[in-house]
């Protein structure tokens, strides 16, 4: 087995594994075992000098979600609504940056 694919069975066997890591959420309508990082950092928004705003980071399954989600719009996860402010693609998992969403 290659590096590629191990890590592609570890992200199922462990990280998105629910007797791990993983857990189940609801993710614009549809149920996704993901991680969610709760403790991430703030991150400054746009060009305000001392506006900081505190984040969360899914990881979840390349290509799991119904629809992938678009910066600057809303996502809603476990019926709360979030503002997307980014999203990449990491060795298979789609990791999305959100903030709680403040309109």
């Known amino acids: 087995m290659n590096?590629?694919?191990q890590v592609a069975a570890d992200i199922s066997?462990?990280?998105?594994n629910p007797d791990e890591f993983g857990e189940?959420?609801?993710i614009d309508g549809k149920s996704v075992t993901c991680v969610i990082d709760q403790n991430?950092?703030?991150k400054l928004v746009g060009?305000?000098?001392?506006?900081?705003?505190?984040?969360k980071r899914i990881m979840v399954r390349d290509g799991y979600l119904a629809k992938e989600p678009r910066q600057g719009k809303q996502i809603m996860v476990d019926n709360?609504?979030?503002t997307c402010l980014s999203i990449s693609h990491e060795i298979g998992l789609l990791s999305i940056i959100i903030t709680e969403d403040m309109s």
């Open 3 to 5: 590096f590629k694919e």
């Open 13 to 16: 066997a462990v990280f998105l």
């Open 24 to 26: 189940a959420h609801v």
């Open 40 to 42: 991430t950092d703030g």
């Open 47 to 55: 060009d305000t000098e001392g506006l900081f705003v505190v984040t």
């Open 80 to 82: 709360t609504p979030y």
